[in-house]
């Protein structure tokens, strides 16, 4: 896939009237702002202009990348980091050819950073008589199977005062620790039975250090010991947060409040950082943001493209879901709490039914974001798609039922290693997970190794005969006369491509080849086109038992000879076809068959 760069001809304030060079410092102008925002964080190719016309006359443009292993001076991506994005400049230089002169203008191009994930993980809580904490594995991210043989991976009793665990939220930090916060609450006791959250930390997504934080006790004597709900508290990495031993980066912990002593009149969105040990909170909650109505359920992430902070909230007893934005998470020096976000986005569900527990993430190695949300009254999870955190469609609805129920919790992408420990210490027998491999190393730098920009997903290549099971192969030994069915994995890929003998091609996943004989003997090569843009290929070779057509293996062996063309030389003249010489300068008398031609 390439990303086209549009082009901002026009510019306000300056007019055709100007001195002779405007058009050509338009041009220089244009190119500077071509790249918009796709800079700060690029996943595709770029393609790139050659020229620009302004004003009746045409700018040449060239182009010089500053590291060719990671960008081409085509705009193509050549390599990535593993996990983080690579810095690049690319120069265009304008030339005015009526004068000579040249203008280069440099735009730094931030390369997304390969993530090595293949599958992603859903942690909730099924229902307000099940308040635990309950997993479920997918390979696209919009539909799920519970794992665990449909049973809880976390008992709520204990780890919990309240003997409850709502709303898990995980955040994978770039300390290598996975950090989940809960609210520590038990519905069958009222809506405003809570009075704290359940910090939990991990490596390993399996085995949970727990810790509870209860505002009656912490903050007894202030405000906040009067908490009716701390609601469904979350996680945000700031990199910005001093450790004071030389480190930087702490989770802020934010949470709604709502209060019986009138400080705090209606949910508002408070935060506190952890300390250090993910066991407690440090100091007193802070005002983050409100809308000056009830204002619960916040999920925050950071998009690289734009530079901003997409809270996204639900407005509790008016309905519906919105965001807004700030540059920082912070306000500025001396400015009021919550200054820093914009004003309110419009409604962001795609539905008209009730609707809470927003959660937001995003595809791996896509620059396309999930924005999900719980119909709590029509059973199920809907699933809308954005590829600017500003205008989100529609995708599907997920249906919740049998021993997939979540209700608010979180997603996050985990790797092919991590899936399949989970699913050893949690067996989900129905999954079949998907297996992408980091790319091949084409380099280092920096010490860190640089893989190619993508990587195609594995392709299991599941072969049927006749009645008989599905068996993994990529040799098969037939009867005359038999049905051979291909179903390869994965089973909701969407782009495949075959090719085989007897003319074979097929643009489906599944296909079956009925009455087989002699010709259907040979190798079927299925192409499979991943969500990424990347391809894998395999080969399945298919014998059949066939006395009258009996199988004769292809000549694999390839000749390197060089070609020459036609001498038109007076001796030659007569001779209207090609020379072949071997790599010995032998001439060949007749063209070989299987090979590779070396023109000269």
Same mark, same amino acid.
């Given at each position: ?16 009237a ?17 790249f &918009?925002?796709?800079?700060n ?6 393609? !790139? ?5 302004l #004003?009746?006359?045409t700018?040449?443009?060239?182009w ?6 990671f960008?081409?001076?085509?705009g193509?991506?050549? &390599?990535r980091?593993?996990?983080?994005n690579?810095?690049?400049?690319l ?8 004068s000579?002169k ?61 003997k ?26 009222g ?13 390993d997504?399996?085995?949970w ?14 405000n906040?010991?009067?908490v ?9 990495w ?10 930087? &980066?702490?989770? !802020?912990?934010?949470?709604?409040l709502?209060t ?9 969105v408070?935060?506190?950082y952890?300390?250090k ?6 100091? $007193?909650?802070q ?28 407005n509790e ?24 976000w914009?004003k ?8 008209? $039914? #009730?609707?809470?527990?927003?959660g ?7 620059n396309?974001?999930v ?9 199920h999870y ?6 600017d955190? $500003? ?8 249906k919740t ?24 210490a949690?067996p ?33 290549p ?13 040799d098969?030994n037939?009867?005359?006369? #038999?049905t ?18 007897? &003319? ?5 996943r ?16 299925v192409v499979y ?7 894998s290929?395999?080969?399945?070779k ?6 009258d057509k009996?199988y ?45 031609y070396?023109q000269?």
């Amino acid at each position: 896939m390439k990303q086209i760069i549009p082009l901002a001809i026009a510019l306000a304030g300056v007019s055709f009237a100007q001195v002779d060079v405007a058009p050509f410092w338009r041009a220089v102008d244009s190119v500077s702002k071509s790249f &918009g925002n796709s800079a700060n964080d690029l996943y595709t190719d770029l393609t !790139l202009l050659d020229t620009i016309k302004l #004003a009746g006359e045409t700018f040449p443009i060239t182009w010089k990348s500053s590291d060719t292993l990671f960008l081409g001076h085509d705009g193509h991506i050549n &390599g990535r980091f593993v996990g983080e994005n690579k810095e690049v400049t690319l120069t265009a230089t304008i030339h005015d050819g009526l004068s000579a002169k040249t203008q280069d203008v440099a735009i730094k191009v931030s390369i997304h950073g390969y993530e090595p994930y293949s599958n992603y993980l859903f942690a909730y809580f099924p229902a307000n008589d099940n308040e635990n904490i309950y997993y479920a594995l997918s390979n696209d991210g919009y539909s799920f199977t519970a794992m665990n043989n449909g049973k809880r991976v976390v008992a709520a009793d204990t780890v919990s005062i309240k003997k409850g665990l709502r709303d898990p939220h995980v955040l994978r930090a770039p300390d290598g620790w996975f950090y989940m916060v809960n609210t520590d609450m038990k519905s069958a006791e009222g809506w405003a039975s809570n009075r704290g959250m359940v910090l939990m930390k991990s490596c390993d997504l399996i085995n949970w250090k727990h810790a509870t934080v209860h505002f009656p006790d912490k903050y007894k004597g202030k405000n906040f010991a009067n908490v009716t709900r701390v609601w469904a508290p979350e996680t945000f990495w700031d990199d910005t947060y001093d450790n004071g031993d030389g480190t930087k &980066g702490r989770p !802020l912990v934010y949470f709604s409040l709502l209060t019986n002593d009138g400080t705090i009149p209606y949910d508002k969105v408070f935060f506190a950082y952890s300390n250090k040990d993910f066991t407690d909170l440090e100091g $007193e909650p802070q005002h983050f943001f409100d809308r000056g109505k009830s204002t619960i359920d916040m999920d925050i992430v950071y998009n690289p493209v734009d530079k901003f902070y997409h809270a996204f909230y639900k407005n509790e007893g008016d309905g519906g879901i919105c965001k807004v934005t700030a540059s920082s998470l912070m306000p500025k020096s001396g400015a009021a709490s919550g200054s820093q976000w914009s004003k309110p986005s419009k409604a962001l569900q795609q539905t008209t $039914e #009730a609707v809470e527990g927003a959660g937001v993430f995003k595809l791996i190695n896509q620059n396309s974001w999930v924005l999900m949300y719980d119909c709590y009254m029509n059973g199920h999870y809907q699933f809308t798609s954005s590829p600017d955190l $500003e205008n989100f469609k529609f995708v599907q609805d997920t249906k919740t039922s049998g021993a997939f129920t979540p209700r608010h919790g979180t997603i996050l992408p985990v790797t092919a290693e991590e899936t399949a420990k989970l699913m050893k210490a949690f067996p989900t027998p129905d999954f079949e997970p998907r297996v992408i491999d980091i790319p091949d190393s084409i380099g280092v730098c920096d010490g860190k190794k640089v893989v190619g920009p993508c990587s195609g997903t594995k392709i299991v290549p599941y072969v049927k005969v006749d009645d008989g099971g599905w068996n993994e192969t990529l040799d098969l030994n037939v009867a005359k006369g #038999a049905t051979v069915q291909f179903g390869p994995h994965p089973w909701d890929g969407k782009i495949w491509s075959w090719e085989g003998p007897n &003319g074979f091609k097929s643009t489906t996943r599944e296909n079956t080849l009925k009455n087989v004989d002699g010709d259907f003997s040979g190798y079927y090569t299925v192409v499979y086109t991943n969500e990424t843009g990347c391809k894998s290929q395999a080969k399945i070779k298919i014998v059949v038992d066939d006395p009258d057509k009996p199988y004769k293996e292809p000549d694999t062996t390839t000749t390197i000879v060089y070609k020459r063309l036609r001498d038109h030389s007076k001796s030659m003249r007569l001779n209207r076809n090609p020379v072949y010489f071997d790599l010995l300068g032998n001439r060949l008398k007749a063209k070989p068959r299987n090979a590779v031609y070396i023109q000269r």
